[in-house]
């Protein structure tokens, strides 16, 4: 913890010949919350968990609010980042999506030289495009859903898009943005003759779409942290993603509504449990990713098939995260004490 002020150089020594410290400066916490992607309402939630967990006698937080349309603000009016971010020791990064995790704040921080918890630029943008992140999963031997890519194109249109997906694999289809988290946009297409329409809404919506085989199995999430309880990279026991009974897929609307439940520990077999966990720290080095990550699998009976990875899971009280931490007797305030720890090496 650093030291400021003539208070951190007074050492007074008794007739013991015992010394004493004078009081330490708490560390100045800048929390980035709000942003421009859909996530925003998450965010803010995830910010207001991370300010709440952070014990005043050690740290002096620093709320900073990045609202929808990409401005700054501190102490409620707007500011400049550089001036804000000069002001503060460490950043923990409590954005979801867009600039929060496309490598856009990282890059700000690392030209301003403030330490930050989470992933670099290059990591956190890697693993926020879905397309590029697959790529290196696949290669690294993880299994996958069968997927293919398409962006908006005058050369082809969505029929023969549909057709090329049909000659591969079999609906039914899960189509979704490439670039969003927090189920987002995401659609399920029972059968090829819905496929050309939706990929029409998502390709105008975003400009390009994956399409993925329907994998049935349960829903399961692993957190890992780096240097965590004597491993160099932790794995929390798998969650179970239980979300109500009539959808038949995790949406964005169970996220914003708090319709998801994590079972955890989970009614997994302890098989099923190792091959999660191996998975998860699998994809964390894959990607080169720091400190901690989440990732979200599909549990069939042939094993876990990889859905995606998030460089920057959320924090709030209705996330995963909180929910794995808990089941291993950690809290919230543990665990940013830890990744502050981590974002000072």
């Not at 560390?27 to 919350?33: D, F, H, P, S």
């Not at 709030?316 to 000072?344: C, E, N, R, T």
Request: charged share 20%.
């Amino acid at each position: 913890m650093r030291r400021t002020g003539l208070l951190s150089t007074i050492i007074e020594n008794d007739n013991a010949g015992r010394c004493y410290d004078g009081p330490m400066a708490r560390t100045i916490v800048g929390v980035l919350r709000g942003g421009t992607s859909g996530e925003y309402d998450l965010s803010l939630k995830t910010g207001a968990s991370i300010l709440n967990a952070l014990p005043e006698d050690a740290y002096d937080t620093r709320d900073i609010f990045i609202d929808k349309k990409g401005f700054w603000h501190a102490r409620g009016v707007p500011t400049d980042p550089a001036r804000v971010l000069s002001q503060v020791d460490v950043v923990v990064n409590g954005l979801h999506g867009g600039v929060g995790e496309d490598g856009t704040v990282q890059r700000i921080l690392a030209k301003l030289s403030v330490p930050y918890v989470g992933s670099d630029a290059l990591a956190s943008s890697l693993s926020l495009n879905k397309i590029r992140a697959g790529d290196i999963l696949e290669k690294t031997g993880l299994t996958m859903p069968h997927a293919y890519v398409f962006a908006a194109s005058r050369s082809i249109d969505t029929g023969a898009m549909a057709r090329a997906v049909f000659s591969r694999f079999g609906p039914p289809y899960i189509v979704k943005p490439p670039f969003e988290g927090a189920s987002i946009g995401i659609r399920l297409v029972p059968t090829i003759v819905e496929l050309p329409d939706v990929l029409a809404d998502v390709l105008e919506a975003y400009g390009s779409a994956i399409v993925e085989e329907f994998v049935l199995g349960q829903e399961a999430t692993v957190g890992v942290v780096e240097d965590f309880r004597g491993e160099d990279l932790y794995a929390f026991p798998p969650a179970r993603v239980m979300y109500p009974e009539a959808s038949p897929f995790l949406h964005f609307d169970h996220h914003t509504g708090g319709e998801i439940e994590y079972l955890v520990p989970s009614d997994f077999l302890d098989s099923e449990k190792r091959a999660l966990m191996d998975a998860a720290r699998n994809a964390h080095r894959a990607l080169g990713l720091s400190h901690f990550s989440r990732a979200d699998f599909i549990l069939t009976k042939r094993g876990p098939y990889l859905l995606e990875v998030n460089a920057l899971p959320g924090l709030h009280q209705h996330a995963a995260l909180p929910h794995m931490l808990a089941s291993v007797g950690a809290s919230l305030k543990d665990f940013l004490g830890h990744a502050i720890g981590l974002s000072k090496r």
